[in-house]
């Protein structure tokens, strides 16, 4: 409550990306206040509300982090519930276009911003088929990464997740099929038969 308008909007935004973040994305939801986006960050980290780390998982794009979880979770509730599906899915399209080739890296952070937008938009009575969509294929992958390293709880997780979204027999067997796979590799071979 103490930060000025301009301060309050960039953690907002940048509280939506996750607890890292990269300037990027604060930029494109942020529109008319991107040129000023270095100095405010500079200001939040003086404050000690986020910290610039030494590397970063994208190349060319600085890496940020919410120092305390509850500032980026109390940021996250102060943006108003109309604004936050389209925030997401800003971030998912920034997140696949930047990240090129090395997608699977970055498919947990897409699979819940468009759970995230389509979870929203639901709530406010806005339903849209292609968000779900993409909701259900980026969880259905998520779930086969985890699964390929070995994070099968994670897997089985998002596996569920996916099955919750399923519309129709093709993508419910899809999504039954990738939890029987999870549950096969966590020597679960009776769970998974009957999935």
């Known amino acids: 409550d103490l930060l000025d308008h301009a301060d309050k909007r960039a953690l907002q935004r940048a509280a939506v990306v996750g607890r890292v973040f990269w300037p990027g994305p604060v930029r494109r939801l942020l529109n ?16 000690d509300l986020i910290l610039s780390r030494l590397g970063s998982t994208l190349s060319g794009e600085p890496e940020f982090i919410f120092k305390h979880v509850l500032t980026r979770d109390v940021a996250y509730e102060t943006l108003p519930r109309r604004e936050r599906p389209a925030a997401h899915v800003t971030v998912a399209a920034w997140i696949e276009e930047t990240s090129g080739g090395r997608r699977e890296e970055f498919v947990d952070l897409l699979a819940h911003h468009y759970s ?29 990464v985890a699964r390929r390293k070995v994070a099968l ?29 999870a549950l096969f590799d966590d020597f679960r071979g009776d769970e998974a038969y009957r999935t």
């Open 153 to 181: 709880a994670k897997a089985e997780r998002l596996a569920q997740r996916a099955g919750d979204l399923a519309e129709g027999s093709l993508e419910r067997s899809i999504a039954l099929e990738t939890l029987a796979e």
């Open 32 to 47: 008319g206040d991107r040129s000023s986006l270095e100095d405010t960050l500079a200001r939040l980290e003086n404050r």
């Open 116 to 144: 995230e937008t389509h979870r929203t938009a639901r709530e406010l009575g806005e339903v849209d088929e292609s968000l779900r969509s993409s909701a259900f294929e980026h969880l259905v992958l998520a779930s086969q």
